[in-house]
């Protein structure tokens, strides 16, 4: 029996596929995957069991082990057996598990404090039912026991929150309805609601749903999905045909697929009165009674014993009438308007969060505007002061048609800069000076005795100075 359905399979809910039999598989066909559980630390729960499967005294003693032992964790203590390598790639998985639940507390605290906060993971991590947090850094038989027993737990509880989504889903239907009725005018609301009667009525006009588990459930999905004789219904030949993986047990998701025939009856996609999430929900109403019929020793699974067993009971031979979800109540007036009071605070608190991120933004906004008023101040104040430098240099003024300060780009910026702080050196022309000088008075001759160049041309053509 595998060690996945023993574990997992404890007290599990999924949607189950119709069982296709033109298709048999066969043995050596890749076995299905085990159903999500829905549980946080789902993915970790998977591992360890398939890394405990791998190990052949484990699975040894798991055959030969009840319920209550997996369950009180006496089973837990067979793990000091196993061998060296197993025990090794258990370690590794804990340490991955203990590293990922540190970054979700890390998150979560930063969500909901802001970042730099101090974080006690230990202190944290003590909140954490499915390992031993003292430890995280090897697997010991105490996390196997705390595993089981959290997983049991959480499972424990899995359908009943099922439920409780299935109502508040069906009281925010109710809810939306009768807010959009309101919208309407009287005549208007009138012809919806006789809309939504006619709705009711024709999806209650179905045929009739067997109770699952009956021998006349059984022996519809026998002639129509099994495609064989009726009046040779044999409930052992029944059990070997939908045990499809062969483990000698029939799990919740085996289960679920023999009730697709009755879903079919009163479910139809493309109808317009016909929901899909009721669908889902009246297939888990379906399986909690079978299995409250059929399971007596509550291990969420059916052996072939209790199978051949629920057969004798009268209930399997003459039950009473299944009543589908459109004849159950689902939720009381009270329970809606309790609902109906949560929504309106719950609409409160998202308009006041809408009120102060719209306060923030126009806060934002006006810093903003702030900025950009500030940045255009320091760039007037530029462009006057690179006016002014111009003014002193003989430049035209920065200036527009109408007098306005003109602004220059940052390379026209650049050379006025380089204009004041920079003067240019002028460079006399040598060649065009020699050019045009006379004769002994290019720059490239020595100069005659007893001329001063700094006195010019008069003083060297006149008298020699007084002695």
Not at 5 to 21: C, E, F, K, M, N
Not at 143 to 169: C, N, P, S, V
Not at 278 to 302: P, Q
Not at 445 to 466: I, M, Y
Request: net charge negative.
């Amino acid at each position: 029996m595998e060690l996945c359905w023993y574990l997992i399979g404890l007290l599990v809910s999924v949607s189950a596929v119709p069982i296709d039999r033109s298709k048999k598989t066969s043995e050596k066909q890749i076995k299905p995957e085990t159903p999500d559980t829905g549980l946080y630390y789902d993915r970790y729960l998977r591992e360890v069991i398939d890394v405990l499967e791998t190990d052949t005294h484990f699975r040894e003693k798991l055959q030969t082990a009840d319920v209550e032992d997996i369950k009180s964790g006496k089973l837990s203590k067979e793990l000091d057996f196993v061998s060296h390598h197993i025990r090794t790639k258990l370690d590794e998985l804990k340490r991955q598990e203990v590293s990922r639940l540190r970054m979700l507390i890390k998150a979560k605290m930063d969500a909901e404090q802001g970042e730099n906060v101090q974080i006690d993971h230990l202190n944290l991590l003590k909140q954490i039912e499915h390992l031993d947090p003292r430890n995280s850094h090897t697997f010991e038989a105490r996390d196997l026991e705390l595993l089981i027993r959290a997983a049991t737990k959480d499972l424990e509880h899995y359908d009943q929150a099922h439920h409780e989504e299935f109502k508040r889903y069906e009281m925010l239907k109710e809810h939306e309805r009768r807010e959009y009725l309101k919208s309407l005018d009287e005549e208007k609301r009138q012809a919806e609601e006789a809309r939504f009667e006619e709705l009711k009525k024709k999806h209650r006009e179905h045929p009739k749903v067997n109770v699952p588990g009956s021998r006349d459930q059984l022996k519809e999905v026998w002639e129509e999905a099994d495609g064989l004789d009726p009046n040779e219904f044999n409930p052992k030949t029944f059990f070997k045909l939908h045990d499809t993986n062969n483990d000698g047990m029939l799990d919740e998701q085996e289960l679920e697929a023999l009730f697709t025939k009755e879903l079919e009856k009163v479910y139809d996609p493309k109808n317009e009165e016909d929901d899909m999430v009721e669908m889902e929900e009246e297939r888990l109403r379906m399986r909690e009674h079978v299995m409250k019929e059929v399971d007596t020793n509550k291990d969420r699974l059916v052996s072939l014993g209790e199978f051949l067993k629920s057969t004798e009971k009268k209930e399997f031979l003459e039950p009473e009438e299944w009543e589908t979800l459109d004849e159950t109540q689902i939720y009381t007036e009270e329970e809606l308007r309790q609902y109906q009071s949560e929504l309106v605070e719950q609409e409160a608190e998202i308009n006041q969060k809408v009120e102060q991120l719209r306060r923030e933004h126009e806060d934002l906004q006006r810093r903003q505007s702030e900025l950009d008023a500030q940045k255009k101040e320091y760039q007037q104040v530029l462009l006057q002061m690179e006016q002014k430098k111009s003014q002193q240099k003989g430049q035209a003024p920065l200036s527009g048609p109408g007098g306005e300060l003109k602004f220059q780009p940052p390379e026209a910026a650049a050379d006025v800069r380089a204009l004041v702080n920079e003067p240019a050196q002028v460079q006399p022309d040598v060649e065009s000076f020699n050019q045009a000088a006379p004769p002994g008075h290019r720059s490239d001759q020595p100069a005659p005795p007893g001329h001063n160049p700094d006195l010019g041309e008069k003083q060297s053509e006149g008298a020699a100075p007084s002695q």
